[in-house]
């Protein structure tokens, strides 16, 4: 499946622009979202984070990885970052996913990123599926790297550290979060799949921090070898392979919608259901005999604009109502019509803007309706065609009278 990547931003726990990448499946409707969340100072671009969301985008799931504030694109300064922090930048990713596509099912972090991620997984209410990779059982794991320097952030304060070759300052708050959350106890009370997948090589994150976090986590949670793969997943047949496996294994406990889901059967005739779909604050699912379509409002009002709005569904009826009703009548009487195009559009406007409307008050729904035939007609038969569009069925029960009676299903 082809893919293609969106360059984004936004507002992360302390307020900065968050640089991110939304990696999606290219003309297709995501089976999913997924939230990638990367380890200490590695940044959305690592090699991991980079070929992990490129690898499940291609698989259906759209995947969004972004910077902590202070990282890579990221605003703000990393000193002023800690442990905690980065808990609350990715409950604010998954807010941005939630608020403008769909809620992330899945979440993946890799090192310390899969830490923060245990750690945060109480603030992710509609995530399903937890997978780590090369994750450390406890936060001040990390402190290794700058434990030559730590009498000095905890004496004066603050730091310089190189890491990875690029100079960090450390201050003593980002070590005092570290040791303040508990992942043990997190773990016990999950309540979420959880896949732990580590490397035996793996010489930054010991294997025996991914024994700590299965043991004291509940079921359902399993456990992947990464085999022969380093810590940073550098070759890209380790990262296929992690996509590969959190494809399968996220199937288990997460609707991949819309390919897995199974086709129901389809309705009676003259029966319409509108169902919510949860994704999105007004998001809908239609279905109308055998055929499914979405419906939703437009970002402007709220929605996601994953499908056509109330309106522009009351417009698709009278339109296609109008041209079916054009195409029986020329056919039937062999007029020379090759196409009928029909455009609508919905307005409210003052009723004493209405020259030919009853109310003298208030706003009134305004319909437009243009109509395009295509052919060799005579201006009579354009005349007539024209005076039978507003004899189609739909146009009549719109200005007919109608009762809309409601009640509770048993």
Same mark, same amino acid.
């Given at each position: 499946?082809?893919?293609?990547?969106?360059?984004?931003?936004?507002?992360?726990?302390?307020?900065?622009?968050? @640089?991110?990448? !939304?990696?999606?499946?290219?003309?297709?409707?995501?089976?999913?979202?997924?939230?990638?969340?990367? &380890?200490?100072?590695?940044? +959305?671009?690592?090699?991991? @984070?980079?070929?992990?969301?490129?690898?499940?985008?291609?698989?259906?799931?759209?995947?969004?990885?972004? =910077?902590?504030? *202070?990282?890579?694109?990221?605003? *703000?300064?990393?000193?002023?970052?800690?442990?905690?922090?980065?808990?609350?930048?990715?409950?604010?990713?998954?807010?941005?996913?939630?608020?403008?596509?769909?809620?992330?099912?899945?979440?993946?972090?890799?090192?310390?990123?899969?830490?923060?991620?245990?750690?945060?997984?109480?603030?992710?209410?509609?995530? /399903?599926?937890?997978?780590?990779?090369?994750?450390?059982? #406890?936060?001040?794991?990390?402190?290794?790297?700058?434990?030559?320097?730590? =009498?000095? $952030?905890?004496?004066?304060?603050?730091?310089?550290?190189?890491?990875?070759?690029?100079?960090?300052?450390?201050?003593?708050?980002?070590?005092?979060?570290?040791?303040?959350?508990?992942?043990?106890? +997190?773990?016990?009370?999950?309540?979420?799949?959880?896949?732990?997948?580590?490397?035996? !090589?793996?010489?930054?994150?010991?294997?025996?921090?991914?024994?700590?976090?299965?043991?004291?986590?509940?079921?359902? +949670?399993?456990?992947?070898?990464?085999?022969?793969?380093?810590?940073? !997943?550098?070759?890209?047949?380790?990262?296929?392979?992690?996509? /590969?496996?959190?494809?399968?294994?996220?199937?288990?406990?997460?609707?991949?919608?819309?390919? #897995?889901?199974?086709?129901?059967?389809?309705?009676?005739?003259?029966?319409?259901?509108?169902?919510?779909?949860?994704?999105?604050?007004?998001?809908?699912?239609?279905?109308?005999?055998?055929?499914?379509?979405?419906?939703?409002?437009?970002?402007?009002?709220?929605?996601?604009?994953?499908?056509?709005?109330?309106?522009?569904?009351?417009?698709?009826?009278?339109?296609?109502?109008?041209? %079916?009703?054009?195409? %029986?009548?020329?056919?039937?009487?062999?007029?020379? !019509?090759?196409?009928?195009?029909?455009?609508?559009?919905?307005?409210?406007?003052?009723?004493? =803007?209405?020259?030919?409307?009853?109310?003298? &008050?208030?706003?009134?729904?305004? $319909?437009?309706?243009?109509?395009?035939?295509?052919?060799?007609?005579?201006?009579? /038969?354009?005349?007539?065609?024209?005076?039978?569009?507003? +004899?189609?069925?739909?146009?009549?029960?719109?200005?007919?009278?109608?009762?809309?009676?409601?009640?509770?299903?048993?």
């Amino acid at each position: 499946m082809a893919r293609r990547s969106e360059k984004i931003t936004f507002p992360g726990s302390q307020g900065f622009d968050l @640089a991110a990448r !939304l990696e999606l499946p290219e003309g297709d409707e995501p089976r999913a979202y997924a939230l990638f969340v990367h &380890g200490f100072t590695l940044g +959305k671009d690592s090699v991991a @984070a980079s070929r992990i969301a490129a690898a499940l985008a291609e698989r259906g799931i759209a995947t969004l990885r972004f =910077d902590f504030t *202070g990282l890579g694109g990221s605003d *703000g300064d990393f000193a002023n970052t800690n442990f905690r922090t980065n808990m609350l930048d990715i409950e604010a990713a998954a807010h941005f996913l939630a608020r403008e596509h769909r809620a992330p099912a899945i979440a993946i972090g890799h090192s310390l990123g899969g830490a923060a991620l245990l750690a945060a997984a109480e603030l992710l209410p509609e995530t /399903q599926a937890i997978a780590t990779i090369g994750a450390p059982s #406890d936060p001040s794991h990390v402190a290794h790297h700058f434990e030559d320097h730590k =009498d000095v $952030i905890c004496n004066e304060g603050e730091a310089i550290v190189d890491l990875g070759g690029r100079p960090f300052k450390i201050q003593r708050h980002f070590l005092e979060t570290l040791g303040e959350v508990d992942l043990t106890a +997190k773990l016990g009370s999950l309540r979420k799949a959880l896949l732990v997948m580590h490397s035996p !090589l793996d010489a930054t994150v010991g294997i025996g921090n991914a024994e700590t976090i299965y043991k004291a986590a509940k079921h359902p +949670k399993s456990f992947v070898s990464l085999d022969r793969a380093d810590h940073l !997943l550098s070759d890209k047949r380790d990262a296929g392979y992690v996509a /590969q496996v959190l494809a399968g294994w996220a199937s288990r406990y997460v609707d991949l919608d819309p390919m #897995d889901r199974p086709k129901p059967e389809p309705l009676p005739a003259n029966l319409v259901e509108v169902r919510e779909t949860r994704k999105g604050p007004f998001g809908n699912r239609v279905r109308v005999g055998r055929h499914e379509l979405g419906a939703d409002e437009p970002k402007s009002v709220g929605g996601r604009d994953s499908g056509p709005s109330p309106y522009d569904f009351l417009l698709t009826a009278l339109g296609s109502c109008t041209a %079916m009703t054009i195409r %029986m009548v020329a056919d039937r009487k062999k007029w020379p !019509l090759d196409f009928a195009t029909v455009r609508l559009s919905h307005a409210k406007i003052h009723a004493e =803007d209405c020259s030919d409307c009853e109310s003298a &008050g208030g706003k009134i729904d305004e $319909i437009t309706r243009e109509i395009v035939l295509e052919g060799d007609l005579s201006a009579e /038969q354009r005349a007539k065609l024209l005076e039978i569009a507003d +004899k189609c069925p739909v146009h009549r029960t719109l200005h007919g009278e109608v009762k809309v009676r409601t009640r509770l299903a048993e």
